[in-house]
C-alpha cells in the first residue's frame, strides 16, 4: 500500500503496548536489541516510539542504561499517565512529510505523475483480470508460506496449501498458474534456507520518525546479527536492474536499518516471472542518492506547486507509455501554454 502522509498521529494503543513490554521487564537487565525484536513482534510500526519513552524514562530515573543494555525499575502507574501527555505533545510536533520507498521510487520516474496519483488522488483503476491481480496472489502466497512455515514442516504441503488458497482468493481475476506459483514458492523457500534465517515476518509497516519514511516490507529475514529484506516484484528481470527497483529495496534497507539501529548490508529483488534473484548490497552512495530524491519530493509537496514531468533520458517511452494519469498531465501542459487573459 502506498500513502502520502503529513505528520504522525499519537496512537495510545502502541504506547500501551510498549509500557506493557516494559512493564514486564521491571525489575530486569534486557538487551536493546531484544527489546526491539519484541516491539516489532508487537507490530509496534516504530522503534522511535520505543525509544520516545525510554527517554522519558531515563529522565525520571526508571531506567538505567549501560552499553546496549537497560535495566528496567518499577514503573508506577501515575507516572504512565504523565508518559503519555509528554509524548501526546512531542508526536504534535512531528511535522514531516512522510514517504514511502515505492512513492520515492516513482519520484524518480515522474514527479508529475505521482503528483497527479497522490496529491490530486487520480486514482487507477484496477482491471478487472490481470497482472495486478496476479501479483497480489503472489504476494499473498509468500504471506501465507511464512506464516504457517513455523507449525507446518512439511514443505510440500506448505506450498501446496499457500497456492491453493491464494488462487482461491483471487478466482476468477487472474491468469496465473498454481504449477506456477508453486514453483516460484519452491524456490522462495529454498533462498529462505540457504540464508539460514533464524525467523521471517512479512508483510510488515515499519516507520522511521527521524527519516519521514513509512512503508510495508514483502519479507524480513533475521539472522543472528543481519537484517536482510527481501522485496518480491511480480515482473520480470530482463538481464538490467531498474533504477527505481534499486531506490525502492535501498529505501527498505534504510527503514529496517533505523528500526533496529543497526546497519544493513544487504537486500534482496526477488522476481516472480523470470525466478530471479538479485541481491543489493547497500553503500553510502545508494543511501546518498535515496535520501537526496526523498528531500526533493518532501520539500516540492510542500510547495503545493505543480511538479515538472519527468526528467528521464527518454521518458516519454520509459514511463509515459502506459502511464494512467497521462490525460491530466496533458491538460495541464495544455493550460500552461494557453494564453491568460487579465
Ligand atoms: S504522461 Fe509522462 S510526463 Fe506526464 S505524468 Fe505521465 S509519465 Fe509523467
Not at 525467523?199 to 527521524?210: A, F, G, M, N
Request: hydrophobic letters at 40%; proline letters at 2%.
Amino acid at each position: 500500500m502506498i500513502l502520502v502522509r503529513f505528520g504522525i498521529e499519537f496512537e495510545e494503543s502502541v504506547f500501551e503496548k510498549i509500557l506493557k513490554i516494559l512493564k514486564e521487564c521491571e525489575g530486569k537487565e534486557v538487551k536493546v536489541e531484544d527489546l526491539l525484536k519484541l516491539c516489532f513482534e508487537h507490530e509496534i510500526k516504530s522503534s522511535d516510539y520505543l525509544f520516545l519513552v525510554l527517554q522519558e524514562l531515563s529522565s525520571a530515573k526508571l531506567i538505567e542504561s549501560s552499553k546496549g543494555s537497560i535495566k528496567v525499575g518499577n514503573i508506577p502507574q501515575e507516572f504512565i499517565e504523565k508518559i503519555k501527555e509528554n509524548l501526546k505533545e512531542r508526536i504534535k510536533r512531528v511535522k514531516k512529510v512522510f514517504v514511502t520507498p515505492l512513492e520515492v521510487a516513482k519520484f524518480y520516474q515522474c514527479p508529475r505523475r505521482l503528483w497527479l496519483e497522490k496529491i490530486v488522488v487520480s486514482k487507477q483503476e484496477k482491471e478487472k483480470v490481470g497482472k495486478v491481480w496476479d501479483g497480489e496472489a503472489v504476494h499473498l502466497a509468500v504471506k501465507l508460506m511464512i506464516e504457517n512455515m513455523q507449525k507446518e514442516k512439511d514443505e510440500n504441503f506448505l506450498i501446496l496449501t499457500a497456492s491453493e488458497e491464494a488462487i482461491k482468493k483471487y478466482e476468477g481475476m487472474i491468469q496465473l498458474e498454481k504449477k506456477t506459483l508453486e514453483d516460484f514458492l519452491r524456490k522462495f523457500l529454498e533462498l529462505i534456507k540457504d540464508e539460514n534465517f533464524v525467523s521471517l515476518y512479512s508483510e510488515r509497516t515499519i516507520e522511521s520518525l527521524k527519516e519521514g519514511i513509512i512503508g510495508s516490507i514483502d519479507v524480513i529475514g533475521f539472522k543472528e546479527n543481519e537484517v536482510v529484506p527481501i522485496e518480491i516484484k511480480y515482473a520480470a528481470f530482463k538481464g538490467k536492474l531498474k533504477k527505481e527497483h534499486l531506490l525502492q529495496s535501498v529505501g527498505e534497507s534504510m527503514l529496517a536499518g533505523s528500526y533496529f539501529r543497526k546497519t544493513v548490508r544487504y537486500s534482496y529483488l526477488v522476481y516472480f516471472q523470470t525466478n530471479s534473484l538479485i541481491k543489493i548490497e547497500m553503500n553510502e552512495n545508494l543511501v546518498r542518492q535515496f535520501s537526496n530524491l526523498k528531500k526533493q519530493m518532501q520539500k516540492l509537496y510542500s510547495t503545493g506547486r505543480i511538479p515538472p514531468k519527468s526528467k528521464l533520458p527518454n521518458y516519454v517511452k520509459r514511463v509515459c507509455q502506459g502511464c494512467h494519469v497521462r490525460k491530466a498531465c496533458e491538460n495541464i501542459e495544455f493550460w500552461k501554454k494557453a494564453p491568460k487573459k487579465y
